[in-house]
């Protein structure tokens, strides 16, 4: 089992940059890949980022390339979303999930709660 905890939503206006935060508990972290969904009201869930746990995978959604950043630390057992140049498009709640598989769908193990990015234009 594998605890996942979001943190750093808010309200922020377009163009500015907020940082999400997971803290994971529970088995090795280090061995699982870890990723980065949303999902706006009305659509379905979407991959926005995802990170091996060698770090030798990084995936991106389309949507997202060049203005967000995945990262990961083992030993803090942590992994953070860098989110630049923000748009009233991606106001979403976040989530972050665990697999011991990286893959690009949304069949991830475990969940978070989410936390919800709410970006005014």
């Known amino acids: 089992q594998v605890q996942l905890v979001e943190s750093g939503g808010g309200l922020v206006q377009a163009g500015d940059s907020l940082t999400l935060s997971c803290e994971a508990s529970?088995?090795?972290?280090?061995?699982?890949?870890m990723a980065w969904f949303r999902q706006a009201p009305g659509k379905e869930r979407e991959l926005v980022a995802a990170l091996s746990w060698r770090i030798d995978t990084i995936l991106y959604g389309e949507s997202v390339k060049g203005r967000f950043t995945i990262s990961r630390d083992n030993v803090k057992r942590t992994i953070s979303l860098q989110m630049n140049s923000l748009k009233s498009e991606d106001t979403a709640v976040y989530y972050c999930a665990a697999d011991r598989v990286l893959v690009d769908t949304t069949e991830w193990d475990y969940w978070g709660q989410g936390t919800q990015v709410t970006v005014s234009s």
């Open positions: 529970g088995q090795t972290f280090s061995v699982y890949a």
